[in-house]
T-cell receptor, first 109, second 113 residues
């Protein structure tokens, strides 16, 4: 089945700095979803991308889907302590979500 | 909050025992999926139920089984518990669409000793 690799595994940033996580696949993806999981919490849906080259913004968060639909990124501008958590990309296919390995973001105040 | 509820919140079982976990889906959703999340890992798909039928299954042995009821709530049953079954079990409800966002419940933390 299709798999998605996510980098980096961990990211520590000073509050106010930017943060980016990348999701890569060796095959063309039909879609990408992004989820955020706070420490001790459950995954929460952020966004879904389906079109080649698609860019979507949610306040300080910018999501991109690559032109070849083999990669995606999530960029957070000026991080805040509320951004702490693990960010997962996930592929929806064959009735299931296949999650990436996740990027754990910690913020240094 | 998603409106998806799970019970119990925490559970401790002994190796070899059986466990039943419960999930109530969000109003209007007809599909329930179950995921296992080991510590520090991403969620792994166990199976999905749609209209009371299993609609897809991940790489989990038959001792993991489930049910969906007419009100779309669901149960996950695990027999002959093993130490490696210790994990957070998440259910997610959704509509059965081509690309469907999943609404996760808070999870049940299962510890097998």
């Amino acid at each position: 089945g299709q798999q998605v690799m996510q980098i980096p595994q961990y990211q520590h940033v000073q509050e106010g700095e930017d943060f980016t996580t990348y999701c890569n696949s060796s095959t063309t993806l039909s879609n990408i979803q992004w989820y955020k999981q706070r420490p001790g919490g459950h995954p929460v849906f952020l966004i879904q991308l389906v079109k080649s080259g698609e860019v979507k913004k949610q306040k300080r968060l910018t999501f991109q889907f690559g032109e070849a639909k083999k990669n995606s990124s999530l960029h957070i501008t000026a991080t805040q302590t509320t951004d702490v958590g693990t960010y997962f990309c996930a592929l929806f296919g064959n009735e299931k979500l296949t999650f990436g390995t996740g990027t754990r973001l910690t913020i240094i105040p | 909050e998603t409106g998806v509820t799970q019970s119990p919140t925490h559970l401790i079982k002994t190796r070899g025992q059986q466990v039943t976990l419960r999930c109530s889906s969000q109003s209007g959703h007809n599909t329930v999926s179950w995921y296992q999340q080991a510590l520090g890992q991403g969620p792994q798909f166990i199976f999905q139920y749609y209209r009371e039928e299993e609609n897809g299954r991940g790489n989990f042995p038959p001792r993991f089984s489930g049910l969906q009821f007419p009100n779309y709530s669901s149960e996950l049953n695990v027999n002959a518990l093993e130490l490696d079954d210790s994990a957070l079990y998440l259910c997610a409800s959704s509509l059965r669409l081509a690309y469907s966002e999943q609404y996760f419940g808070p999870g049940t933390r299962l510890t097998v000793t």
